[in-house]
């Protein structure tokens, strides 16, 4: 550090409370009073927290310049004494001045000049002594404070030294190590991770060492891998505001293969964020769908406030029941009580686990000990019938009840499988069609080479049972623009098997009726239809 002369830190994205600066030699901690860090702008860079950050010396009163005058003055003290000062201001402060000359008092006090006026900045100097004995100085105690930055002289010091040290102070040209911890303008944009480890690298451990949440990413990342995901796309935003949200989520809208999306927290305007960005999407001819959970864990909510806050009607929006769920916590081996908005997480990894056809209904979710807030069966009914995906516990195991959509106006909104194949068969249309956008065909042959394309794209569905069927594939140039070929075609989607109804009533015709000469006998047949 030379002089006032700012020096940039490597990293940007600092932490500023984590900040740390240690002297090069001993290790020894420097008070803030002795530097100041900033973090400066740059207009190139649009992410916050990215802009670069610079430490800039605050001299304290070093030099020959600096050394205070004692003399003797009025007072009662007795022995050898030399006196040094420091600055201080709003951070802390700085270190000491050198040393002043050694002086010996027999029942005085000592009077102080040449303490100088410190920088801008600086509110007040500190004023320590030190006993001289065998030539040697002990340890500067405090003894005097000039509350101001104008006094240059302290007459008849007398007082009796506390206990409070001085400081260690930044010299000109000394080196300093400056240590925190950062974000770099990597931090928020999308990353695609296989692996959980590198999830930890960059986010931080799921948990810290007394086993709170410390990363939610991680966390949530952490219960969709253990439930099937294989990859996953992670982005962080600045805060939970609805605008930081936002912004992230319009970084994930040019990636064409998301097709799942949770939001790591249980607000219900971060939630109505999601499902605007999906219903962008949709309108674009990308579709995606986005699973939310309500963190009830501090702020309960009634089994009908729940159903009140599902107001989406959005086919391509889940949003879970409960609001909070039983999980152990590695770090202490208890059982602790978190948000739905990992719950959330969790069935993000159970639809990335299976075909887009396959339906959730029934299948067990891991990661889990238990539901945090009870319901009765007939809440739970009622949970499904307003369109939350309910997670049930049976036997101990938590599963899906019923994987419904948001949208429970009829079965194919209803379905999560059915929308979920219905988007998969839309993004597999339209990246084969793309294929040939572009091409020079004969007039005639452009219909058919589009119903070609078209229905070998839903044959193949049908072969995968992502569609049960499919029927009428028609193609045709709009007579207005001969640029054009509209393809239309019907077909069925595959639906799961949800409810089974079984009908019986007793048949109550019956065979011969016939008794024993007492009468004491009856012999009665019957059947169920």
């Not at 860079?45 to 020959?64: A, H, K, N, Q, Y």
């Not at 159970?350 to 945090?372: E, N």
């Not at 045709?476 to 009908?503: G, Q």
Request: net charge negative.
């Amino acid at each position: 550090m030379s002089g006032t002369t700012p020096v940039q830190l490597r990293y940007t994205g600092i932490d500023q409370n984590s900040i740390v600066v240690t002297d090069n030699v001993t290790g020894t901690v420097i008070n803030p009073g002795n530097y100041n860090i900033v973090q400066g702008t740059d207009p190139d860079i649009t992410v916050s927290g990215d802009e670069p950050w610079t430490i800039t010396r605050i001299p304290g009163p070093e030099g020959t310049a600096n050394t205070p005058v004692a003399v003797t003055g009025a007072g009662t003290l007795t022995g050898t004494f030399v006196y040094a000062y420091s600055y201080v201001n709003s951070a802390g402060e700085s270190g000491l001045s050198p040393n002043s000359n050694s002086i010996v008092l027999t029942a005085q006090g000592a009077d102080l000049s040449n303490i100088s006026v410190g920088p801008a900045g600086t509110s007040a100097r500190n004023i320590y002594r030190a006993p001289v004995v065998n030539g040697t100085v002990g340890q500067f105690t405090l003894v005097a404070t000039l509350a101001n930055n104008t006094a240059t002289t302290l007459t008849g010091e007398t007082s009796a030294a506390t206990a409070v040290l001085p400081q260690i102070g930044i010299a000109d040209n000394q080196t300093v190590i400056v240590s925190y911890t950062f974000t770099d303008q990597f931090y928020f944009e999308p990353t695609l991770f296989s692996d959980y480890d590198d999830i930890t690298t960059k986010y931080g451990p799921a948990f810290d060492s007394d086993g709170n949440i410390s990363s939610e990413l991680s966390y949530a990342a952490r219960i969709a891998f253990q439930n099937g995901a294989s990859e996953i796309v992670l982005l962080a935003s600045n805060s939970d505001a609805d605008t930081d949200i936002s912004t992230a989520l319009s970084k994930l809208e040019s990636d064409e293969s998301i097709q799942m999306i949770s939001v790591v927290t249980g607000g219900t305007s971060v939630h109505a964020s999601l499902a605007a960005h999906l219903t962008s999407m949709a309108s674009q001819g990308k579709f995606r769908m986005g699973v939310v959970g309500r963190d009830t864990t501090t702020t309960p909510l009634t089994a009908q406030q729940l159903r009140d806050s599902q107001i989406y009607n959005n086919e391509a929006l889940m949003m879970i029941s409960p609001g909070s769920f039983k999980t152990i916590n590695p770090i202490t081996g208890r059982e602790v009580i978190v948000g739905g908005q990992y719950a959330a997480a969790a069935v993000v990894g159970m639809f990335a686990a299976r075909d887009v056809q396959i339906p959730l209904t029934r299948k067990t979710l891991a990661g889990f000990t238990g539901i945090a807030e009870k319901r009765s069966a007939t809440e739970l009914a009622l949970d499904s019938a307003a369109g939350l995906m309910v997670i049930e516990e049976k036997n101990g195991v938590l599963r899906v009840r019923h994987g419904v959509t948001t949208a429970i106006g009829n079965v194919n909104t209803r379905e999560a499988s059915v929308v979920r194949a219905k988007y998969d068969m839309a993004l597999r249309l339209s990246n084969t069609l793309d294929g040939i956008v572009g091409i020079v065909a004969p007039v005639q042959d452009a219909p058919g080479i589009v119903s070609s394309l078209v229905t070998g794209v839903l044959a193949q569905l049908t072969t995968e049972q992502s569609i049960s069927s499919y029927q009428n594939v028609k193609a045709r140039l709009l007579p207005s623009d001969l640029t054009t070929v509209e393809v239309k075609f019907e077909y069925t989607p595959a639906y799961p098997i949800n409810n089974i109804s079984v009908i019986f009533t007793i048949n109550t015709q019956t065979g011969d009726v016939s008794s024993n000469i007492s009468g004491t006998t009856t012999d009665t047949t019957g059947g169920i239809a």
